[in-house]
């Protein structure tokens, strides 16, 4: 029995190895078909690498072989297309004309710059000859480049003939140059030092950094110091900078460094050079170039005190009133201050010019800035710069905007000249500025070296003057525009948006979202508009219906009608009481802004947008109008429309509405923020009580009268009264 057992074990052993070794062998087998598979699949795979290589090599090879014979082809007449370029600039702006140095000419072009602007040929020759200039020339036209390249061509030449002067260690600098700002002044001294390459030394001095590396640069010796009037005084009193050996002295943006109180630090600097170069025998005689944008008293008087009498006026401006940049855009939209910062992240998203855009906001205080900084639709790319934000900070902001980290700087007037960051395609002032000029160098910050620009002004109705005083001083002309409504919006947002996929999105992660995309397709039914429209509507992150905004105040919720009179009418009271009469259930809570039109056959109003409907017609126009729920109807002497701009309207002096201006001649309830309206009202021009006629102020005083009192305000005067309606003075 025992043994039977054994026995059967045995077998059952033998049996189960049988069934592992048919086992192994089927793995091993169904190995060695996978194994000859993927070799074969890996041979095809390889073959058809190889074909598709030697296909792409046969067609390199051919098109090598088209250039080549194109190239052949041309060859004869490249210099012929050389000479055509080279004749299209006009003599006078060529490098070669003024013997300018090898170095100088490749680090331009390095630049992108292949010849020179008007004013820079126009101050070439003057200033290689020797003279003093005063040099004039509208913003952005290059004015740093007009006394840096003759300046450093002299240093060249001054080199080829005596080498050793530059080689003394310690030596005093041969080129001064004072700005009005610490931006500015870097900016300069940048300008400078790629000039020079590694053929002389530039440093650049400013306050709000500490002394001791400043001190030891100088002391090494230099060729040339950039910097701000105070910092330049403490160092000249410290006897860290030494003047007797200077060959330029430079005053740039002289008419901004006056406005901000540097007239004495200026005298002082001038009158120091004279008194240092008096005290060391065969000190050279050194010339003095301003540039300004302006020739106020103090310049006159710097010139008659402080350059030699043959001195070169060179002067792009002139008599011409347009001292704005030439290819700058300048539009005015009227806005409370409540709506503005609504506003303004949809401006800078229909004007700018793309997701690459830039764009700089001027504000009047730091305050607004820092708060205009955390608005929903700017604060995403946007950055602050003002006089409370460290240098080292300021640096790094400005550096970072030029560099394109983010797309959008508000800024203080510490922005306001001189700053020349490429490619700003749009300038908005957060209200008018208090001066003309400020406002010349602020749109100036675009439309610079020939490149179109945009600066978008808001400003209050009681602001409106300071417009007209900036157009009949500059010659100007404001185009008058509203507020961006949903349609430019989107529109903006969606082109934005598509440039960003075009750009940055690769082909290759496209397959990941495919099966996604199905699904989505799927959701609307197979149709790709709606369900691609919707996608693009969530990435620029409207989902819901965008409320309407006013095209007269960029007040959101209301809708602008704009009714067309077949002939001239005297105020809006006609078409109100025809309203009225059509539209009893509408009253003046829902209703704002009555505004004649210029030609007197026109009147927009503003209404509230539940009170109305409408349909829209292909090209943009309203269609089936319902007002309060009742359809409007044309007349002959009255038509209907939505406008989708303004017509140009008649300028506003406080009587043609009655939450703006009172209503029909009769008083009413404000004037340019006073109140009251045109004759027998109480205020007119933002005085606090009073009419044009008879009532008790005009022209924004505090308690006078203009026919019965102090002409134009008796407790202070005419546009500039601390009790003024309009808030503050205008400074012509």
């Not at 829902?590 to 026109?602: E, I, L, P, V």
């Not at 027998?680 to 606090?688: I, L, P, Q, V």
Request: some cysteine; glycine content about 8%; aromatic content about 8%.
């Amino acid at each position: 029995m025992p043994g039977v057992l054994k026995r059967e074990l045995l077998e059952e052993e033998k049996h189960e190895t049988e069934e592992e070794l048919v086992k192994v062998k089927k793995i091993k087998t169904e190995k060695k078909e996978k194994k000859e598979k993927k070799d074969k699949k890996d041979k095809k795979s390889k073959k058809e690498k190889k074909e598709k290589k030697e296909k792409k090599d046969k067609k390199e090879e051919k098109e090598v072989k088209e250039e080549k014979k194109e190239a052949s082809s041309s060859s004869s007449n490249t210099s012929d297309d050389e000479n055509k370029d080279e004749n299209e600039i006009p003599k006078e702006n060529r490098f070669e004309t003024y013997n300018l140095d090898k170095a100088i000419i490749t680090r331009l072009e390095k630049h992108n710059i292949k010849s020179l602007f008007p004013i820079q040929a126009a101050t070439m020759k003057p200033i290689l000859d020797g003279f003093d200039v005063l040099g004039r020339a509208r913003t952005g036209t290059g004015k740093t480049l007009a006394f840096c390249l003759p300046m450093v061509q002299t240093l060249i030449n001054m080199k080829k003939e005596n080498p050793g002067q530059f080689n003394v260690r310690r030596r005093a600098p041969k080129i001064l140059i004072m700005a009005p700002t610490r931006e500015l002044a870097s900016q300069s001294g940048k300008e400078l030092e790629y000039l020079c390459g590694r053929d002389f030394l530039v440093y650049t001095i400013y306050g709000g950094v500490p002394y001791d590396p400043q001190i030891n640069a100088i002391s090494k010796g230099l060729d040339a110091v950039v910097g701000t009037p105070g910092r330049i005084i403490d160092h000249i009193e410290r006897g860290s900078l030494k003047l007797h050996d200077l060959q330029f002295l430079v005053m740039d943006e002289a008419d901004q460094m006056l406005d901000i109180g540097f007239a004495e630090y200026m005298d002082k600097v001038l009158q120091m050079v004279l008194e240092q170069k008096k005290d060391v025998p065969n000190a050279p005689t050194h010339q003095t170039l301003l540039f300004s944008a302006t020739v106020p008293d103090w310049v006159n008087k710097a010139i008659k005190k402080y350059m030699r009498p043959n001195m070169k006026t060179i002067d792009l401006v002139g008599s011409q009133k347009l001292k704005t940049s030439e290819t700058v855009n300048h539009y005015a939209l009227p806005s409370s201050w409540q709506n503005r910062s609504n506003i303004i992240g949809d401006i800078v998203a229909v004007y700018g010019k793309g997701v690459d855009s830039r764009t700089i906001i001027f504000v009047e205080t730091k305050n607004e800035a820092n708060e205009l900084a955390l608005n929903d639709k700017l604060k995403a790319y946007t950055q602050v710069i003002h006089g409370d934000i460290v240098q080292k900070q300021r640096e790094i902001t400005l550096k970072g905007f030029r560099d394109g980290k983010f797309k959008c700087l508000i800024a203080t007037n510490v922005m306001a000249r001189g700053l020349d960051i490429p490619e700003v395609d749009l300038v908005i002032n957060c209200e008018p500025p208090s001066d003309i000029e400020s406002y010349i160098h602020r749109s100036g910050r675009t439309g610079r070296a020939g490149r179109s620009g945009t600066c978008v002004t808001f400003y209050k109705q009681n602001q409106e003057y300071m417009l007209n005083i900036i157009q009949k001083k500059t010659g100007l002309k404001f185009k008058m525009i509203s507020a961006p409504q949903p349609s430019d919006i989107i529109a903006a947002q969606a082109a934005n948006m598509c440039e960003t996929l075009s750009h940055e999105i690769s082909p290759k992660v496209l397959d990941y979202f495919k099966d996604t995309a199905k699904d989505l397709l799927e959701r609307y039914n197979g149709d790709a508009i709606n369900s691609l429209s919707a996608c693009i509507a969530y990435m620029c992150n409207t989902t819901k219906p965008l409320a309407k905004r006013s095209l007269i105040s960029s007040e959101e919720g209301y809708v602008t009608l704009f009714f067309k009179i077949s002939h001239e009418i005297r105020n809006p009271g006609y078409i109100r009481s025809m309203f009225d009469r059509r539209y009893p259930g509408i009253n003046q809570e829902f209703t704002r802004r009555w505004r004649m039109c210029k030609d007197s056959r026109g009147v927009v109003v503003d209404l509230d947008e539940k009170k109305i409907d409408y349909d829209t017609n292909e090209d943009g126009t309203a269609t089936n109008i319902k007002i309060n729920n009742i359809d409007w109807h044309d007349s002959e002497t009255i038509t209907l429309e939505i406008p989708k701009s303004l017509p140009e309207l008649m300028e506003s002096h406080g009587a043609n509405s009655t939450a703006s201006f009172g209503f029909n001649n009769n008083g009413g309830r404000s004037g340019f923020g006073g109140r009251g309206g045109n004759n027998n009202g109480r205020s007119s021009y933002g005085g606090n009580r009073g009419g044009n006629g008879n009532g008790r102020s005009s022209f924004g005083s505090g308690r006078s009268s203009s026919f019965g009192g102090s002409s134009y305000g008796s407790r202070s005067s005419s546009f500039s009264s601390s009790r003024s309606g309009s808030g503050r003075g205008f400074r012509k």
